[in-house]
């Protein structure tokens, strides 16, 4: 996306004209791809549906290869289907989803990554709730699926998106911030507003440790998904009723890179910290791959 290098400049662009930013960031792709935006729409409701395909059968549920993850996001439904409970439907669904994205990711089961395999869930999980309780059809829901991807794609120009490089604020921080700002547009909100629930929600997750136990991405990655579900619906709902973020978005980019870069080996997908080195965390390690 040749004109889209910045949040900054994703909001100059929005300005100057009267398109959404779904149509925004089609037509800054289609450009540079040299392909029909209608083409690449077709792709995202293709992706689409592999999501929603992820979600039914996560919630199916079964164990995943090592038997340390799997039923909780059919438990998270099966709770709410008893009664309401705090948050109501669409939390319990944003939660469960998400949860399903990533345990049928543990069974090596096909997936979309948005933006990786371990921050996968957020993006599904907290689209299709939305669209279920609010009688959104596909065509709709892809269009913020469309600005979830635009917003992934400018903090990828200019952030490591791996626990590896930058620790967990860069997959299920980015992950959320992506939600939220497709929420964001789902709901109404202008292009402002769907960058600032981006930035609300990943300044609230900076500083994430990547801790897999055993080396994993099952725990705590399968739960926490369905944990920063919830920041973006709270990102999402902040920036609609006119909270903004102090700092801009671009700028919360920049210091997640820099806080990723000040973090210790130990706490960037090594497994050699955090909760992986819990006592634990390490019988678990060494159960699994029998060490003495």
């Known amino acids: 996306m040749a004109r889209l290098q910045t949040f900054a400049d994703l909001i100059e662009l929005a300005r100057e004209g009267t398109r959404p930013l779904d149509e ?7 450009a540079e791809r040299e392909v029909p935006a209608e083409r690449l729409r077709q792709t995202f409701l293709e992706r689409w549906a592999v999501m929603k395909d992820s979600v039914r059968r996560g919630l199916a549920g079964g164990k995943s290869f ?3 993850v799997g039923g909780d996001a059919k438990r998270v439904i099966e709770f709410t289907r008893g009664g309401d409970i705090a948050g109501g439907h669409l939390v319990a669904k944003a939660i469960a989803y998400s949860i399903a994205v990533l345990e049928e990711n543990s069974r090596m089961g096909v ?37 979830a991807g635009g917003f992934g794609a400018l903090v990828a120009a200019r952030a490591e998106l791996s626990g590896a490089a930058g620790g967990c604020q860069a997959e299920q921080g980015v992950g ?23 930035a609300l929600t990943l300044q609230n997750t900076l500083g994430l440790a990547c801790d897999p136990v055993a080396g994993l991405v099952e725990v705590p990655c399968v739960v926490r998904n369905g944990f920063t579900a919830m920041l973006a619906l709270a990102g999402a709902q902040t920036a609609l009723a006119g909270v903004r ?11 997640m890179v820099r806080i990723g870069e000040a973090m210790p080996r ?14 634990t965390g390490c019988r678990i390690r060494n159960d699994l791959y029998q060490i003495k």
Do not use: N, Q, W, Y
């Not at 996968?120 to 999980?125: L, N």
């Not at 959320?176 to 981006?198: I, K």
């Not at 973020?245 to 210091?255: F, G, L, Q, R, T």
């Open 24 to 30: 925004i960031f089609l037509d800054e792709e289609a």
């Open 66 to 68: 090592s038997g340390l």
């Open 111 to 147: 997936i979309v990554a948005a933006p990786t395999a371990g921050a996968a869930g957020m993006v599904p999980g907290t689209l299709l709730a939305l669209s279920e309780e609010r009688g959104i059809d596909d065509a709709a829901t892809v269009r913020g699926l469309v600005v």
């Open 176 to 198: 959320a911030a992506m939600a939220a700002g497709g929420l964001a547009f789902l709901l109404g909100g202008d292009s402002e507003t769907c960058v600032h629930a981006a």
């Open 245 to 255: 973020s102090v700092i801009p978005m671009d700028e919360v980019v920049e210091a």
């Open 266 to 279: 130990s706490l960037k997908e090594t497994a050699d910290g955090g909760l992986a080195m819990t006592p």
